[in-house]
């Protein structure tokens, strides 16, 4: 099979998705070729030369980088199937892409829809469940509805901030009703860039402003005392059925993070290699843990999410309640991420869960070709 590993793209998670790429493509098996497709930071696609494959193969320490040679600029043919990515007119022959996007036309539905236009199959969420999942205000509107439990939250639109009297009412109720401190981001970013806590309206004025630099819908949260739990989740929440073990959903071991930083952020998360502690398994009684994961598989189901998902959970320190937090439906992949690491712990191996999304990728592929699309 022809696999196009795609990787860098316009996000601020530009940097991670290099990491995560060079992960996945030691994780391919050997009856695989594949094809590197790097996107600049400007949105453009290069083909990367097979000399950076084996660059990385070679060399656990390396990480891709995106080499911008005019003549390997690919143009996309909707409809064109395996011959929809062509470099200088000639096809690259692709059977299936494995995006390794974050955050930003990575997991947002973005590339999913133009992979659907392209009919290719790829690994991960479709069109409209990635583009839900994205949307962190959406997202817990459809938990909220499912009667599953989110943290009490607040959802601030750009307009606002534009009216002094309207923003000021606004800031006023939130307070009433969230009390401090609070934690602020954007309903459409990933890996906390433009996430703040706030401890007093000062510092809720600034967190405001700052993750507005990211979208033009924040989500303002109230901030509860938690341990921070995440559940790695597998499989088609759509079309499964009993005929294909990959296509099954299926929670994983969950993990714990004990961050030393005030929370989570970034710099936590990539940068401080002390940053957070992952425990994994995560100390929790029997009973804890499959409460988790039948919760993740029901938020996942909910979703209609597909392929694979990292769902967060917060529990409480002082009431014990579990709430769910976000889903990232392109987690990370790199050699300290916790989705890999989860499902290793429940036995499943980095290259056995290539193997799996690969064998689920083409699965739903193959039952969506199925399907009428004109008289």
Not at 29 to 37: D, F, N, Q, R
Not at 283 to 309: F, H, M, P, W
Not at 335 to 363: D, Q, R, T, W
């Amino acid at each position: 099979m022809n696999i196009a590993l795609i990787y860098g793209g316009r996000s601020g998670e530009h940097e991670i998705s290099l990491i995560s790429a060079s992960s996945i493509a030691r994780g391919f098996s050997k009856e695989h070729k594949i094809i590197l497709i790097g996107i600049n930071k400007s949105g453009r696609w290069f083909l990367q030369p097979e000399s950076e494959l084996e660059r990385i193969l070679n060399n656990k320490s390396e990480t891709f980088k995106i080499i911008e040679d005019e003549n390997s600029c690919i143009n996309i043919v909707p409809g064109a199937k395996q011959n929809s990515f062509t470099v200088n007119g000639k096809s690259l022959n692709v059977d299936l892409v494995f995006p390794a996007l974050h955050g930003t036309y990575g997991e947002d539905g973005t590339i999913q829809g133009l992979l659907d236009m392209a009919d290719l199959p790829y690994v991960g969420c479709t069109t409209l469940s990635s583009a839900i999942t994205m949307d962190k205000e959406k997202t817990k509107m459809i938990w909220q509805a499912a009667g599953l439990p989110v943290v009490p939250y607040v959802c601030m639109k750009r307009f606002v901030v534009v009216n002094s009297a309207v923003y000021d009412a606004v800031i006023e109720d939130t307070e009433k009703e969230l009390g401090y401190p609070m934690f602020v981001k954007p309903c459409c970013a990933g890996s906390s860039n433009g996430a703040s806590k706030a401890r007093n309206r000062k510092e809720l004025n600034f967190a405001i402003m700052e993750a507005f630099l990211w979208d033009d819908k924040i989500l303002i949260e109230k901030a509860i005392s938690a341990r921070e739990i995440e559940c790695s989740v597998t499989g088609n929440s759509v079309t499964f059925s009993s005929e294909y073990d990959f296509d099954n959903v299926v929670a994983y071991i969950p993990g714990e993070i004990a961050p030393s930083h005030i929370f989570y952020d970034f710099d936590a998360k990539y940068n401080d290699p002390d940053g957070a502690q992952l425990l994994i398994p995560a100390e929790l009684s029997e009973n804890d843990i499959e409460k988790i994961r039948k919760t993740a598989c029901a938020a996942y189901k909910v979703l209609d999410a597909t392929g694979l998902s990292r769902v967060d959970f917060f529990i409480d320190k002082n009431t014990k309640e579990l709430y769910l937090n976000e889903i990232n439906t392109l987690p990370g992949f790199t050699s300290i991420s916790m989705f890999p690491k989860m499902c290793e712990a429940a036995g499943l191996s980095f290259e056995e869960l290539i193997a799996l999304l690969i064998e689920e990728a083409v699965s739903r592929y193959n039952s969506k070709q199925k399907l009428s699309t004109s008289r």
